[in-house]
């Protein structure tokens, strides 16, 4: 069984208080902050907003940043509010797209008032230089690059100079595709106005992903939410995995210019109850991508939320990718007409299979997709989804929110070596501006940490959290909050942190052993803090007699006990009483609490 530790909440202001969050706006009139890119050269994190492109210390986000105000021209906002749409604020330039082009060159796109554009900008060598601007003349349309609409969901990556992205391409947001554009190979897209390829997406992310140590093998999974053709009975959108071949140009004489080896299938994500009724979760939200010592190989974290109105709840389900290859070597999805239902594909199937990339392991005779058969690229063209679904790692989600007041939107993930092993720390937003920082443990319990957000990015043990209206720098680790005893460092079961000999501190395996105190799995501070101050913590209130009091005492962790004892005047003896809802009617004066353990 997997225990899921959420760790304790805290409010913005005293993290501001204790000086583990570095909160950043600037005084212009813009909104819609979003983290685009992490520099690690240059140690910058570049962020996009209404207007304007920034440029930060990845260190210290609240030293001087580099600006670049780049709004819509004139007469595309006149255009814009004269077509209707400025009731919303749709008429400015939103940062959609920032990708490294080179050591030296950004690349950037923004919606320009319903006329997507793009342009290069100069970061320079180092960040020494304090370079960043826009590079002259550099100013190109941004169609199927970038979206027009600023609330439409888009996803891009930028690799060997050429852009692959998932955008709406018109102005009506009625066409959605999977675009290639820039670098040496010809444009490409998904089939237009096809259901059966796109229906009505939400593209999420993309990520280059090897399938082997051939490159021509070398694939673009995308990740979205679209309404499901085969759902006439189930959920009417689903959750989607989708790839093509990098190296794909299109057919020779059918599917010209679209892709050829486009396949999808259905991610599930879902719980069983004890009435043995199945529980989907079917709107991707979220993914994160974790590295393995295997490029081919990386963990698949998605979030997912419900869709219902009767049923509200979140899960984080975790995939492979060799699950995900199974799925898309299976069988096909075919329905012979209009009143039949969904099979798989049972004829014969062309060769080669559908979705292999041409000069690849199974393909080495092949040198473009232009040779692939005019029967082949028919098939794609019909079939190009999977039969079978993709399902999570022991077929369960790794962690369930239900009938709460909130919905996980999105997800950073953190390996974190502790003294008795390695944890996954999961860094999840939701959809009321908070973070909950969650361990994965192998039993069942747990502590909550609440930081506010809209998106995350993990990076050299910070958590850069952004929002509509501006950016926080947080530390993953706030050892000092969890109290100045060695039983209250223990009980925090945080991985970041373990008891010095003096303090609750960052836990570093390089430390001497003999000093550190950490108890991840079980939480025993009678067993790790011996020799330190493992006594409970004793504070005093007093009451009047026949009054009642606010009995307050918050302890450090939430694995510890509060045990409260009442005493008389005339008596020297204690005795335990049990407060309802933390209020006691008191017959006599005065009151004492203990923190246990």
Known sequence: MIQLLPFLCSPSTELLETRTARPFSFNFNTSDYRILLVDQDQERLYLGARDFLVALDLHNINKEPLIIHWPALPNQENECRLAGKGQRGECFNYIRLMEPLNRTHLYACGTGAYHPVC?????????????????????????????????????????????????????????????????PRPAVRTEQHDSRWLYDPVF???????????????????????????????PAVLARVGR?????????????????????????????????????????????????????????????????????????????????????????????????????????????????????????GLRSTREFSDELVTFVRAHPLMFHAVYPLQRRPLLVRTNVPYSF??????????????????????????????????KEQGILEELTLEEVEVFRQQLYVSSDMGVSQLTLHRCREYGEACADCCLARDPYCAWDGQRCARYSHTAKRRSRRQDIKHGDPLRQCRGFNAKGNEQIQYGLEGGSVFLECEPRSPHATIKWLMQTDA?????VVSPSKYYCTWPYAVGTDTVGI
């Open 571 to 575: 008596s020297t003896k204690r005795k």
């Open 409 to 442: 939107t999105t997800l950073a993930v953190d390996l974190v070596d502790a003294v008795d092993g390695r944890y996954e720390v999961l860094f999840l937003g939701t959809d009321q501006g908070t973070v909950q920082k969650v361990i994965v443990l192998p």
């Open 244 to 364: 093509v071949c990098l190296n794909d140009d299109g057919g020779q004489r059918s599917l010209l210019n679209k892709w050829t080896t486009f396949l999808k299938a259905r991610l599930v994500c879902s719980v069983i109850g004890e009435d043995g009724v199945e529980t989907f979760f079917d709107e991707l939200r979220e993914v994160f991508l974790l590295p393995t010592q295997d490029e081919k190989h990386p963990l698949l974290y998605g979030v997912f939320s419900t869709l219902g109105s009767v049923f509200r709840g979140s899960a984080v389900c975790v995939y492979s990718m060799a699950d995900i290859r199974t799925v898309f070597n299976g069988p096909f999805a075919h329905k012979e007409g209009h009143n039949y239902q969904w099979g798989p594909y049972t004829g014969r199937v062309p060769y080669p299979r559908p979705g292999a990339c041409p000069g690849g392991t199974f393909t080495p």
């Open 119 to 183: 342009i290069l900008i100069n970061r320079g060598w180092r960040s020494e230089e304090y370079l960043f601007r826009i590079v002259p003349h550099s100013l190109e349309p941004g169609k199927g690059k970038c979206p027009y609409d600023p609330r439409q969901s888009s996803m891009a990556v930028l690799i060997n100079n050429t852009l692959y992205a998932g955008v709406h391409v018109d102005f009506m947001g009625t066409d959605a595709a999977l675009f290639r554009t820039m670098g």
């Open 204 to 234: 999420l992310q993309a990520h280059i992903i090897p399938d082997s140590s051939d490159h021509n093998d070398d694939k673009l999974y995308f990740f979205f939410r679209e309404k499901a053709l085969e759902g006439a009975v189930g």
